[in-house]
């Protein structure tokens, strides 16, 4: 586009005389351009460097706006792979704590039985609780 005669271009309405088949033209103030049958395509000639520059503008514009569209799934991907991880880490001790009942229901009649499942909870839960960085000691 930057190599086509400097516009603005427009089309003549009027009719030029001399050739029935070409009486419309596109110019730019200095020059003819070129001739057309009919002015809707003196028209469309004149003002197509502009609708393709128009074009080009959006056609950038939105490949920006896609970019920013892109880092913002790939953020929310990220967040939410984290959730997940988070979520089997936290059902995987919701399993084990129901693992440890199960076991003191089993030795609930004996008398050291709930002791011990007090300590195996607790014990349990220091090795599992999260530390300043956010992971729990069995993850270090």
């Given at each position: 586009m930057d190599?086509?005669?400097?516009?603005?271009?427009?089309?003549?309405?009027e009719e030029w005389p001399g050739n029935e088949n070409l009486q419309y033209w596109v110019g730019n103030h200095a020059d003819g351009l070129g001739a057309f049958v009919r002015y809707e395509d003196a028209y469309l000639a004149a003002k197509s460097i502009e609708?393709?520059?128009?074009?080009?503008?959006?056609?950038?514009?939105l490949r920006a706006e896609l970019e920013q569209v892109k880092a913002e799934r790939d953020k929310y991907q990220?967040?939410?792979?984290?959730?997940?991880?988070?979520?089997?880490r936290l059902s995987e001790i919701l399993d084990r704590i129901g693992n440890i009942c199960i076991e003191h229901e089993n030795a609930?009649?004996?008398?050291?039985?709930?002791?011990?499942?007090?300590?195996k909870l607790a014990a349990y839960a220091e090795d599992h609780t999260p530390t300043e960085r956010g992971d729990?000691?069995?993850?270090?």
């Amino acid at each position: 586009m930057d190599a086509a005669t400097p516009g603005p271009w427009y089309a003549e309405q009027e009719e030029w005389p001399g050739n029935e088949n070409l009486q419309y033209w596109v110019g730019n103030h200095a020059d003819g351009l070129g001739a057309f049958v009919r002015y809707e395509d003196a028209y469309l000639a004149a003002k197509s460097i502009e609708w393709l520059r128009w074009q080009q503008g959006e056609i950038e514009r939105l490949r920006a706006e896609l970019e920013q569209v892109k880092a913002e799934r790939d953020k929310y991907q990220k967040a939410l792979h984290e959730e997940q991880r988070e979520s089997v880490r936290l059902s995987e001790i919701l399993d084990r704590i129901g693992n440890i009942c199960i076991e003191h229901e089993n030795a609930k009649h004996q008398p050291i039985g709930t002791v011990r499942m007090i300590q195996k909870l607790a014990a349990y839960a220091e090795d599992h609780t999260p530390t300043e960085r956010g992971d729990s000691q069995d993850e270090r």
